[in-house]
């Protein structure tokens, strides 16, 4: 899934792929007005992103659109 995170006074925005649940990044995310949200993506990097730089986090679709005329 991918994920894109906003930073407040940054220009950029961090994108990731990740093989967590939709759930388990709303968790994350949630328990960011007291932690800060660590997430792991699909290569084994981790992101880390302080509480009160959350600006905003966008979630892709869990499963990708299928392309083409296949059954």
Same mark, same amino acid.
């Given at each position: 899934?991918?994920?894109? *995170?906003? *930073? =407040?006074?940054?220009?950029?925005?961090?994108?990731? $792929?990740?093989? %967590?649940?939709?759930?388990?990044?709303? $968790? %994350? @995310?949630? =328990?960011?007005? #007291?932690?800060? @949200? #660590?997430?792991?993506?699909?290569?084994?990097? =981790? @992101?880390?992103?302080?509480?009160?730089?959350?600006?905003?986090?966008?979630?892709?679709?869990? $499963?990708?659109?299928? @392309?083409?005329?296949? *059954?």
């Amino acid at each position: 899934m991918q994920v894109t *995170i906003g *930073i =407040k006074h940054s220009s950029r925005e961090l994108s990731l $792929e990740t093989s %967590a649940s939709h759930d388990e990044v709303l $968790e %994350a @995310v949630a =328990k960011a007005t #007291t932690e800060p @949200v #660590t997430l792991t993506d699909d290569r084994g990097r =981790k @992101v880390f992103v302080p509480a009160g730089s959350l600006a905003y986090v966008e979630l892709g679709e869990s $499963e990708p659109r299928r @392309v083409g005329f296949g *059954i």
